[in-house]
C-alpha cells in the first residue's frame, strides 16, 4: 500500500516545478506508455490496486467527506473514459477501484517483468478450481498432485478461494474476493476462449 508521504510525493509530480527538481513524471494513456517502453527512460512505479474498496475506504484512506469522495469518482470516471486513456473506474455495488482497461494489459504486463505473482503450477491450479467450482479437495490433488495442497493453502490465504468441509475432504470454491481480484463477475463464464 502506498503511504500519505509517498501519495504527497508522486501527487507533486503533476506540478511542473517539481517534475523539473526531481526530474521525474507520471504518465498515461496508451500512446505515452508505448513511447516510454521505447525510450531509454527507467520505469520507477505501476500504481493500480488489486481490490475494490468501500466508501469507509475511500474516506479513511483520504480524510474527504463521502460526498465530496463521490463527485471526484465521477470526475475520475469521466476523465478515464477518453480514448487515450488506460485507466478505468471499475464500481461493483457501491465498491470502487481504479484498474487497467483489458486492452492495455499486454503493455502492463511488459511493465511488470518480473516474477509472477503465482507460479505456472499455481496458475494451473487455480484455473481448475475456477473451471471446476465447487470440487473437492482430493479431486484437485489427483489433477494436479501432492504441490496442489500448498497451491490451495496459498490461494485460501489469500482469501481466493472458500473451503467447507466434506467428509475426509475439503469442498473448495471461488470466493467474492476471487472475482474482484480478477475483475470478474460471477456471471463470467470461466470456459469460453478470449477469442470467441
Given at each position: 500500500?502506498?503511504?500519505?508521504?509517498?501519495?504527497?510525493?508522486?501527487?507533486?509530480?503533476?506540478?511542473?516545478?517539481?517534475?523539473?527538481?526531481?526530474?521525474?513524471?507520471?504518465?498515461?494513456?496508451?500512446?505515452i506508455v508505448?513511447?516510454?517502453?521505447?525510450?531509454?527512460?527507467?520505469?520507477?512505479?505501476?500504481?493500480?490496486?488489486?481490490?475494490?474498496?468501500?466508501?469507509?475506504?475511500?474516506?479513511?484512506?483520504?480524510?474527504?467527506?463521502?460526498?465530496?469522495?463521490k463527485e471526484?469518482?465521477?470526475?475520475?470516471?469521466?476523465?478515464?473514459?477518453?480514448?487515450?486513456?488506460?485507466?478505468?473506474?471499475?464500481?461493483?455495488?457501491?465498491?470502487?477501484?481504479?484498474?487497467?482497461?483489458?486492452?492495455?494489459?499486454?503493455?502492463?504486463?511488459?511493465?511488470?517483468?518480473?516474477?509472477?505473482?503465482?507460479?505456472?503450477?499455481?496458475?494451473?491450479?487455480?484455473?481448475?478450481?475456477?473451471?471446476?467450482?465447487?470440487?473437492?479437495?482430493?479431486?484437485?490433488?489427483?489433477?494436479?498432485?501432492?504441490?496442489?495442497?500448498?497451491?490451495?493453502?496459498?490461494?485460501?490465504?489469500?482469501?481466493?478461494?472458500?473451503?467447507?468441509?466434506?467428509?475426509?475432504?475439503?469442498?473448495?470454491?471461488l470466493s467474492?474476493?476471487?472475482?474482484?481480484?480478477?475483475?470478474?463477475?460471477?456471471?463470467?463464464?470461466?470456459?469460453?476462449?478470449?477469442?470467441?
Amino acid at each position: 500500500m502506498i503511504s500519505n508521504n509517498e501519495l504527497k510525493y508522486y501527487a507533486s509530480l503533476l506540478n511542473k516545478k517539481y517534475r523539473k527538481i526531481e526530474n521525474k513524471f507520471l504518465i498515461e494513456g496508451k500512446k505515452i506508455v508505448e513511447e516510454g517502453l521505447a525510450s531509454n527512460y527507467d520505469c520507477e512505479k505501476v500504481f493500480i490496486t488489486g481490490k475494490f474498496l468501500n466508501m469507509q475506504e475511500l474516506v479513511s484512506f483520504s480524510d474527504l467527506n463521502p460526498i465530496m469522495i463521490k463527485e471526484l469518482i465521477e470526475k475520475l470516471k469521466e476523465k478515464y473514459n477518453r480514448d487515450d486513456s488506460a485507466i478505468e473506474i471499475v464500481e461493483r455495488n457501491s465498491l470502487w477501484k481504479m484498474d487497467i482497461k483489458h486492452e492495455y494489459s499486454g503493455i502492463v504486463n511488459k511493465l511488470a517483468a518480473g516474477d509472477s505473482e503465482f507460479t505456472g503450477a499455481e496458475k494451473g491450479t487455480l484455473a481448475i478450481i475456477a473451471y471446476k467450482h465447487p470440487i473437492k479437495q482430493s479431486v484437485i490433488i489427483k489433477i494436479r498432485g501432492n504441490k496442489a495442497y500448498e497451491h490451495i493453502k496459498k490461494f485460501f490465504d489469500l482469501k481466493l478461494i472458500t473451503k467447507k468441509k466434506q467428509g475426509h475432504t475439503y469442498e473448495i470454491g471461488l470466493s467474492d474476493e476471487f472475482y474482484n481480484y480478477f475483475n470478474a463477475s460471477k456471471t463470467d463464464n470461466f470456459l469460453k476462449s478470449p477469442e470467441s
